[in-house]
């Protein structure tokens, strides 16, 4: 009876334990998510590109540290170039809203009158009930701004864009020693099995990225085509 008393309140000890544990480590994301987030994007991005660089390492005459800036530079550049093309579109967007304006216009009366054949409300009642919802433009969007937290959604993302090519330089710099410190920790004198476990993390995360890469990418084409 003693002993089934002590596995008892050891096994409740042990569960406890382990939900205070999990609970620290909840708290602990919460919290720190902001340095967090950036940190895992930077790991996945490493883990895709770190052959990059090895390559510019062993075949060029650049050192570890010139050939992750190389590496760096030339993903953000490709950033810059995406983001370029994409305000270009913006851009061009704005400057056909006058003939958008009349489609709509056109669009906007067919359906009006269809409104009106089928339910009964006339134009002047459409138009009311438009412009009641559509009151105070400028107040609706100053209670988006800051109640649903846009200008810090905002702030968050230039600090993760500050956070990731900094995380991902020193991750990429020092790939051999954290690899060396896992091995050390965990490998328990068995080396083998924790390079096969490494391998497979390594091949999910790519097959990973390049299907999300290749996702983006047909959704950026038929979008264009579009």
Known sequence: MDNKLKLRNTYLLNASLWMVIIAGLL????????????????????????????FLEERTFMNRAFSVAVVILITLAAIAALFYLLSSQVANYFDRLPEIKQNLEAHSNTLQNWISEKFGITHQEQTTIIEKNAK???GKTTNMLFDSNLLGSAS???????????????????KDRFIKFLFAKFSDGDEA??????????????????????????????SLLG
């Open 27 to 54: 708290l602990t994301v919460h919290l720190g998510h902001s340095i967090l987030t950036p940190f895992i994007l930077a790991l996945l991005y490493s883990i895709l590109v770190f052959r990059f660089v090895d």
């Open 136 to 138: 105070d433009p400028m």
């Open 193 to 222: 099995r924790l390079t096969k476990i490494l391998n497979r993390i390594n091949e999910l995360v790519k097959f990973y990225l390049t299907g999300l890469m290749l996702d983006m990418c047909f959704v950026f084409v038929f």
């Open 156 to 174: 968050g993302l230039l600090l993760n864009a500050t956070l990731f090519p900094i995380y991902a330089f020193l991750i990429l710099l020092y």
